[in-house]
């Protein structure tokens, strides 16, 4: 399986050194959001990683590839819902008003990518994983940014000022 960019929560006791965003990898994108003077980029294709590691372990349970019908198991998937900025900062401003100050003030440029589908028959076929199954982006980009937002709060707690948190 290779997926694509992988945002959403950071797991329960996942650490990260004081002020160090790098250690977030992909999840730290998705901070661009609460950042007015960040540069926003354009749509990419992502995935929640929860749905990640559940594609992983039903990998490993998968029916063999010498199996019939089953072939080869190489799979290129990502999340249903494209990553429209104006859709997430619609959910933001909505769903975290706490936050309407901090949200990006640069638009993206829009996408140039064509859109990719993938083949829903194929994954269900090889994982069992249906449609339904893929976590919404609204779940997503509210945990993942919640997870940011505690983070910071952390720091803050450890002695740092505001001035002083990463700017994603």
Do not use: C
């Amino acid at each position: 399986m290779n997926p694509p960019y992988l945002y959403g929560p950071l797991a329960k006791h996942f650490t990260v050194d004081h002020l160090n965003i790098s250690q977030l990898s992909t999840a730290s994108y998705l901070g661009k959001f609460i950042n007015p003077e960040a540069t926003a980029y354009p749509e990419t294709l992502w995935l929640d990683v929860r749905d990640a590691a559940k594609a992983h372990v039903l990998a490993l349970h998968s029916p063999l590839q010498s199996e019939p019908g089953v072939g080869r198991k190489r799979l290129l998937f990502a999340a249903l819902e494209d990553l429209n900025f104006e859709t997430a900062l619609d959910i933001l401003a909505t769903e975290r008003p706490a936050l309407k100050d901090r949200l990006i003030q640069h638009r993206p440029v829009p996408a140039t990518q064509a859109n990719i589908t993938f083949d829903q028959d194929r994954i269900q076929a090889v994982l069992g994983m249906k449609s339904s199954d893929f976590t919404p982006l609204k779940k997503t980009l509210l945990d993942n940014v919640d997870a940011l937002v505690s983070l910071e709060k952390k720091w803050i707690s450890e002695g740092a000022k505001a001035e002083d948190l990463p700017k994603y």
